[in-house]
């Protein structure tokens, strides 16, 4: 039986023509119907999201994201079970869900409920609140895959120096935060001056400005990096490309610059550099848990918590369109539970 009142707040974007025909998005706060949900073994009370690249996408009408409409986004959420058909997941469980269709092809986060299949669910380790959890995010947990591929593939801090491109956003940030508190060297590229202090809180040993990234230059430059994390693309991804050095490899996980990549093939027969993508919206379930519950202990930023704005559903507007516009400084959370005063 389902314990989820007939209808809650939910942050939906619709899409809709206006009158000349030009497609737009119509997004806000509104009632929504239990009846509307889809189909799943979990429901769960969400007490937060967060904001990440993808959900501001997720509201624009060219954002190529949402595959069904209307939608409430929102690619990740943390809450408490309160019912289950799947005796894995008690009533009271703390758990997260993200990945696969939610708040793309399938109702996401920004609601004060869900329903979500079992097998999407990752139940929360102890010590990682369902905050927390958000203040993590699509984005922290992408970081987490990052520098996991980078070290299974054995890198490791005596290696030299990491570089981190796009660093005062979500992903760049977390890896940052996660790669400083395991003893690398890492190096910060941003677009951002006014940044920089907050990145060396990070823990970013040097800077460099988004000039000395995206400059264009000559197919290899001299080796520098051990390891590169790049949620950036297009405008970051050469350069760190033509500056690995011999059998080092990049983690590539983001578009923020855009979806091209003008490289040549050198770095890689030359050098034997690798470019591993970082996909986390397949990720299989079990690796997913794995990563979560590593977050909540080895790879939990020293920082967690401390560079995040709050947002609820009635401010959501403003996060979604900043995070398109670059202006990402740590991460935005919602604070889902609750009507807001
Ligand atoms: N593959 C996956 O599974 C996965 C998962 C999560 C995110 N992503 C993708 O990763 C990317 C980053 O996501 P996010 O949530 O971290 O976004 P974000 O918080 O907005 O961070 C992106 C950062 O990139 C830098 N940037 C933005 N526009 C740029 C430009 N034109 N040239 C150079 N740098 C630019 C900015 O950092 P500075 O100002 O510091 O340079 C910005 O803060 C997005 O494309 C997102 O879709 C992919």
Known sequence: MSAIPASFRAYVAQKIEDADGVPRVERGVREFAAADLPPGEVEIRVGWSSVNYKDGLATKADGKV???????????????????????????????????????????GYSEYQRV???????????????????????????????????????????????????????????LAILADR??????????????ARLRGLGAAGILTRDEVTAAGKPL????????????????????????????????SGNASGPKLD?????????????????????????????????????????????VTEVTLESLDEALDGILAGEARGRWIVRVAGRSP
């Open 66 to 108: 949402a595959r069904i409409s209307p939608l409430i986004p929102g690619i990740d959420l943390a809450g408490e079970v309160v019912a289950s058909s799947d005796a894995s997941f008690a009533v009271g469980t703390p758990v997260l869900a993200h990945g696969y269709d939610l708040g793309v092809a399938r109702h996401g």
């Open 117 to 175: 299949p079992a097998g999407w669910v990752v139940p929360l380790a102890p010590g990682l609140s369902p905050r927390d959890a958000m203040a993590i995010g699509t984005a922290g947990f992408t970081a987490a895959m990052s520098v996991v591929a980078l070290e299974e593939r054995g890198m490791e801090p005596a290696d030299g120096p990491v570089l981190v491109t796009g660093a005062s956003g979500g992903v760049g940030g977390t890896a």
């Open 183 to 196: 003893g690398y060297e890492v190096w910060a590229a941003t677009g951002k001056p006014d940044e920089q």
């Open 263 to 307: 490289t040549t093939v050198f770095p890689f027969i030359l050098r034997g550099v690798a470019l591993l993508g970082m996909d986390s919206v397949n990720q299989p379930i079990d690796r997913r848990r794995a990563i979560w519950d590593r977050l909540a202990t080895d790879l939990r930023p020293r920082s967690l918590g401390e560079h």
């Open 221 to 252: 430059e001299s080796e520098r990096w051990a390891g590169a994390v790049d949620a950036v693309g297009a405008a970051t991804l050469p350069y760190v490309l033509r500056t690995l050095r011999t059998g080092a490899a990049v983690a590539a």
